[in-house]
């Protein structure tokens, strides 16, 4: 019913900035939370930050905090991630997800998942 599909990843050095893309089509709601989370090899998902889209409140996991900001363009059913000044332990798969539940920070509070967008940060 909901498709997402993530774009803006790619390689960047130590200290530079990438801008992640999740857009959504199909029935989706203003009430629905958008999250993003990483997943390294080996590894569990992690969360990263999430926005409320009826009240444009945010979240963010402490790893980023500061670095990353997440935000939205609701006449175009998207969402952003902005990151700056990137470390190699942000290296990952990351993947956009939608659900019910505002500013969710589990895995399980989401319905719908992206295919993901490879982020590698060279040292």
């Known amino acids: 019913q909901v498709q997402l599909v993530e774009s803006g990843g790619g390689l960047v050095q130590a200290g530079g900035s990438l801008r992640l893309s999740c857009a959504a089509s199909?029935?989706?709601?203003?009430?629905?939370?958008m999250g993003w989370f990483r997943q390294a090899p080996g590894k569990e998902r992690e969360f990263v930050a999430a926005i409320s889209w009826s009240g444009g409140s945010t979240y963010y996991a402490d790893s980023v905090k500061g670095r990353f900001t997440i935000s939205r363009d609701n006449a175009k059913n998207t969402v952003y991630l902005q990151m700056n000044s990137l470390k190699p332990e942000d290296t990952a798969v990351y993947y956009c997800a939608a659900g019910p539940h505002g500013l969710g920070r589990f895995w399980y509070e989401y319905d719908y998942w992206g295919q993901g967008t490879q982020v590698t940060v060279s040292s």
């Open positions: 199909g029935r989706t709601f203003s009430s629905y939370a």
